[in-house]
């Protein structure tokens, strides 16, 4: 029996999201499987139309302002091997476009298997939720997560958060919205956001706030969207009025979490903290967490002496040692914000191209919602392609808490949007 090639690797990407509860190994060889499929075939039909497309080149800029910038760091070999195999993700992204572009059936078979995905993470989170375990019995992390299927991960709210975009646009483009049918935005309104906020991650939690209100403009309020909405909010005041324990300095409960320990946060920092902060020019206040400060303040120190280019990817963990007996000073394996990350590692030049292409995608939203409802024949590929570059606009959210910038796993939660993004960019031009 012949084996269709195309169906068989589109089928390991429908798997991917389901893939990465398993951890970073299975995502990165179905990356590079495909990865390796698609250059096969691309060279086989010697069709290198995808290399030339605007996405691609601007990777492949930013990818040499990685490469650069390792080659003159004190750890070339070290830093070399993260720059030089990013051009996965970008070549991923191509990969993606080209299955979706030779499988008529690729998107609507993605869109039923994340569903089915979220689905099946969000009965076990609302089980182990309510009873203090998930169906395998796995225990709750604490009184104030829950973790479900990832186990010690505490990335649930997360998973939901860069899933969401995706899932919201991709039923957008296969099903018109009608206000008398109850579509899959309810599912994220009514399930969704409050197993984000229940997952005790706070920057998913203010992120999906922000998708939610950005949403609720585009797609517009109604009867079933206000009633999900009641529901929603119903869950989370719950909770937090549920832990009205005074704040002791130990988690007690959702409010602790996400409004006393923020809170506490900001007011135990030290008087010698406060004084050694105010040394610095641009960073003369405590933002998010005096413990976020401390490492962003020790990113700003390693670039002043690599203003350019930086020391280097993923060379934090190496450079912040020095600093680890100074009291205003953290060392961690990453500073936990994108961009005090390019500014240690990549300078001047990659943070520059960092906030340009921020900048952009700001422009493409406020373009494509200006022609909102103007243009009706493409009004759906519009709202698809509004909710895919939000997705890369919080992703790549600037001065908030985030992982490694270099590290393939969330990598991947990043460029898969993007995959999706390129091919509904090039369909609205046809």
Not at 51 to 79: P, Q, V
Not at 287 to 297: A, K, Q, V
Not at 367 to 393: C, Q, R
């Amino acid at each position: 029996m012949k084996i269709n090639t195309i169906n068989l690797f589109s089928y390991l990407i429908f798997l991917l999201p389901l893939a990465l509860i398993s951890g970073p190994l299975i995502p990165e060889l179905i990356v590079l499987f495909c990865n390796i499929f698609f250059l096969f075939r691309i060279f086989k039909e010697k069709n290198f139309s995808y290399f030339k497309s605007d996405f691609f080149k601007i990777f492949l800029f930013f990818w040499l302002i990685l490469n650069i910038s390792a080659l003159f760091s004190n750890n070339i070999l070290y830093s070399l091997k993260y720059s030089f195999f990013y051009i996965r993700y970008g070549i991923f992204v191509l990969t993606v476009n080209y299955l979706i572009e030779n499988n008529n059936n690729f998107i609507k078979n993605f869109y039923k298997i994340l569903l089915f995905t979220l689905s099946i993470i969000l009965f076990d989170s609302y089980f182990q939720f309510i009873f203090d375990h998930n169906i395998f019995g796995f225990e709750r992390p604490n009184v104030y997560m829950v973790s479900s299927l990832f186990n010690d991960e505490l990335i649930l709210g997360t998973f939901f958060m860069r899933f969401s975009p995706l899932f919201v646009a991709l039923y957008l483009y296969l099903n018109q919205i009608k206000n008398k049918k109850i579509n899959s935005y309810l599912f994220f309104i009514a399930l969704i956001f409050p197993m984000i906020f229940l997952s005790g991650q706070r920057t998913p939690f203010i992120l999906s706030i922000i998708f939610l209100i950005f949403s609720l403009i585009i797609l517009k309020l109604d009867k079933n969207k206000i009633l999900c909405l009641f529901f929603s909010f119903s869950i989370i005041m719950t909770n937090i009025l549920l832990d009205n324990k005074a704040y002791t300095g130990i988690g007690t409960g959702y409010k602790s979490r996400m409004i006393s320990d923020v809170i506490f946060n900001y007011n135990r920092i030290s008087d010698y903290q406060k004084e050694e902060i105010k040394k610095y020019k641009y960073m003369q206040f405590i933002f998010i967490s005096p413990g976020h400060n401390s490492l962003w303040l020790t990113a700003i120190e390693i670039y002043k002496n690599k203003k350019l280019l930086g020391h280097g990817p993923n060379t934090f963990r190496k450079k912040c040692s020095i600093f680890e007996n100074k009291p205003q000073f953290s060392c961690s394996t990453h500073p936990h914000s994108f961009v005090f990350q390019l500014l240690a590692e990549t300078g001047l030049i990659g943070l520059l191209f960092y906030f340009l292409l921020y900048f952009y995608i700001v422009k493409k939203i406020l373009y494509n919602f200006l022609y909102l409802n103007k243009e009706s024949k493409i009004n759906n590929y519009i709202k698809v392609n509004i909710f895919l570059f939000s997705s890369i606009l919080m992703n790549f959210a600037p001065f908030i808490p985030s992982g490694n910038f270099f590290n393939n796993h969330q990598n991947i939660f990043i460029f898969l949007p993007i995959g999706f993004l390129t091919y509904f960019l090039k369909a609205r031009k046809k």
